[in-house]
């Protein structure tokens, strides 16, 4: 067991955490970076690929995350560490209406390459 702090930007370990606790805990952070990296980038603030904007706002569709909404909720970040720990562990993730979060996985480290 564990949890993400967001004011201390913070993953707080408790007595019965295990491995998948770390990832679990880590993308709450990862999708609230992804977020501000997107907001910026709708103000212009910052300059993101194309093909990056488009597979973000899929993401985001699947998760129900309105683009006009202030912050993530907790209900949303949710639902992407779960499924970010499903996929790492192998547990599940091959569901079609997942597909939009799989691709997305795939994509990201495709960028990272070039």
Same mark, same amino acid.
């Given at each position: ?7 201390? *930007? ?11 606790? !770390?990832?679990?805990? +880590? ?6 970076? !992804? ?5 910026? =980038?709708? =103000?212009? *603030?910052?300059?993101?690929?194309? $093909? &990056? ?6 993401? +985001?569709?699947?998760?129900? !995350?309105?683009? #006009? ?6 209900? *949303?970040?949710? *639902?992407? $560490? #779960?499924?970010?720990?499903?996929? !790492? ?10 597909? $939009? +979060?799989?691709?997305?996985?795939? &994509? ?5 390459? #070039?």
């Amino acid at each position: 067991m564990g949890w993400y702090d967001p004011e201390l *930007q913070a993953i707080v370990l408790g007595k019965t955490w295990n491995e998948t606790t !770390i990832v679990h805990e +880590f993308h709450h952070r990862y999708l609230e970076k !992804i977020w501000g990296i997107y907001k910026q =980038a709708q =103000a212009g *603030q910052k300059v993101v690929n194309q $093909a &990056w904007i488009e597979e973000t706002e899929k993401l +985001f569709e699947m998760l129900g !995350i309105d683009l #006009s909404q202030d912050q993530i909720t907790v209900e *949303q970040q949710e *639902q992407f $560490a #779960s499924m970010v720990e499903a996929y !790492i562990t192998g547990l599940g993730v091959e569901k079609p209406e997942t597909q $939009a +979060f799989t691709d997305f996985l795939n &994509w990201v480290p495709e960028k990272y390459k #070039s």
